[in-house]
């Protein structure tokens, strides 16, 4: 069945380094690829997307390579602040109107240390 | 409504008993999904609507877990005689043709006692 690994559980990394979380799917189909950010207690927020379309994609920190070929993809932030700290969900779903469920990974809980 | 409303936001029930959560998703989004946060864990599946069509309920964990869509609109998960694994954070998440991305509610803390 179609299924979503997600590494590492944890991250722990300095303020102002870069941390870079990755993710395979099992289903060739997926072509969309979000990301969401969950803060302590609150709703999952959509950071960023990619679509099978194109390798990658870039909005001011933080940054999605793709690769459909090995079907991996992976979140980069750079300069890492404090308030990056949270749990990061990757996530794969297929289809062409983007309503199709979404598959999550088990999620990376990220530690900025200041 | 200007995001997904979820409601209540808070319920603990007594082992056995029925609970209703409750989705309001965004005017005019067309698809509505249920997941299930439980404690310090992913995003599990359990079921979406798309418009008209039979929704996919490949996600339930047991006969015991129903929901529906009302009217295109409103989505109630049911929850028949409740027990302790079933504690968890049920989300409700909505979104349009061709607009990709969910927008998540807040959730529904459920604690079964």
């Not at chain 1, 302590?40 to 679509?51: E, T, V, W």
């Not at chain 1, 993809?73 to 750079?78: D, E, K, N, P, V």
């Amino acid at each position: 069945g179609e299924n979503v690994e997600q590494h590492p559980s944890t991250l722990s990394v300095q303020e102002g380094d870069s941390a870079v979380i990755k993710c395979t799917y099992s289903d060739s189909a997926s072509n969309y690829f979000p990301w969401y950010k969950q803060e302590l207690g609150k709703r999952p927020q959509l950071i960023i997307d990619i679509r099978s379309n194109v390798g990658e994609k870039k909005d001011q920190r933080i940054a999605v390579t793709l690769n459909k070929t090995a079907k991996h993809f992976s979140l980069h932030i750079t300069e890492t602040q404090p308030e990056d700290s949270a749990v990061y969900f990757c996530a794969a779903s297929k289809g062409t109107s983007g309503t199709y469920k979404y598959i999550f990974g088990t999620g990376t809980r990220l530690k900025v240390l200041a | 409504g200007a995001g997904v409303s979820q409601s209540p936001s808070n319920k603990v029930t007594e082992k056995g008993k029925d609970v209703e959560l409750r989705c309001d998703p965004i005017s005019g989004h067309t698809a509505l999904y249920w997941y299930r946060q439980s404690l310090g864990q992913g995003l599990e599946f359990l079921i979406y609507f798309q418009g008209n069509s039979a929704p996919d309920k490949s996600g339930l964990p047991s006969d015991r877990f129903s929901a529906e869509r009302t009217g295109g609109s409103v989505s109630t998960l049911t929850i028949q005689r409740t027990q302790q694994e079933d504690s968890a954070v049920y989300l409700c998440a909505s979104t349009s043709s061709g607009s990709y991305g969910y927008t998540f509610g807040s959730g529904t803390r459920l604690t079964v006692v």
